[in-house]
């Protein structure tokens, strides 16, 4: 079974800097996705950024990037330019590789909580 | 706009007394899950479906139930059976495997409390 794990449970950062949240996983497996949501107070569960394990560029969105390390399997965020909308828990999620017609069931780790202060 | 609608958004429910959660999609999508959320715990998988009439237990699927009998729609039922009901539930859809992008969208939630 894969298991995902988020060492921080909270992170601080001021706004307009730089902050990076940790994710590490297990798999034996070597097709899979890795996910970042974002849960803000509304509890709507938003999706981030996403990457395939099969890509070895990294995934941006906007100012989100992640550092996909396959070996170490590490699965960092970096937020650039941090805004006060950004506070928010933040999960790491996994999924295998879907086989066609089958489900993409996510394995989440436990969140981070991020606080972006002025 | 399509999306997942989740009711009621608040929930509350004595011991001993089952309690159903709605879940209804319009994004036409095959794949349904439920998920439960515990503080420090991240979310948990409950059921999920991957067609029409047919679903499968997740990691924690004791004292649940659910049914998929219509394409949009996958109720989840807490019964009697389950010890600590009292967590937030999220409801989500995904295309299956073989689409050109698998992304789970969310509902917005419902919170149990057991009184």
């Known amino acids: 079974a894969q298991t995902v794990t988020q060492s921080q449970p909270e992170m601080s950062v001021q706004e307009a800097e730089t902050v990076t949240l940790s994710c590490t996983y297990d798999?034996?497996?070597?097709?899979?996705?890795l996910f970042w949501y974002k849960q803000p107070p509304s509890r709507q569960m938003i999706l981030v950024i996403r990457q395939e394990a099969y890509k070895q560029q990294n995934a941006t969105e906007n100012r989100f990037s992640v550092n996909f390390q396959k070996a170490a399997k590490s699965f960092s965020l970096k937020i650039s330019d941090s805004q006060l909308g950004d506070a928010a828990m933040y999960f790491c999620a996994y999924s295998s590789y879907p086989i066609t017609g089958t489900a993409s069931k996510l394995t989440f780790g436990t969140g981070t909580r991020l606080q972006v202060t002025l | 706009d399509g999306g997942i609608t989740q009711s009621p958004k608040y929930l509350f429910r004595k011991e001993g007394q089952n309690v159903t959660l709605s879940c209804e999609q319009n994004l036409n999508h095959d794949a349904m899950y439920w998920y439960r959320q515990d503080p420090g715990q991240g979310l948990r998988l409950i059921y999920y479906?991957?067609?029409?009439?047919?679903?499968q237990k997740g990691d924690i699927a004791e004292g649940y139930s659910v049914s998929r009998e219509k394409k949009e729609s996958f109720p989840l039922t807490v019964t009697s059976a389950q010890k600590n009901p009292t967590a937030f539930y999220l409801c989500a859809s995904s295309p299956t495997g073989g689409s050109m992008n698998t992304e789970a969208f969310f509902g917005q939630g419902t919170r149990l409390t057991v009184v």
């Open positions: 479906s991957q067609i029409v009439n047919d679903f």
């Open positions: 798999t034996s497996e070597s097709d899979y996705y």
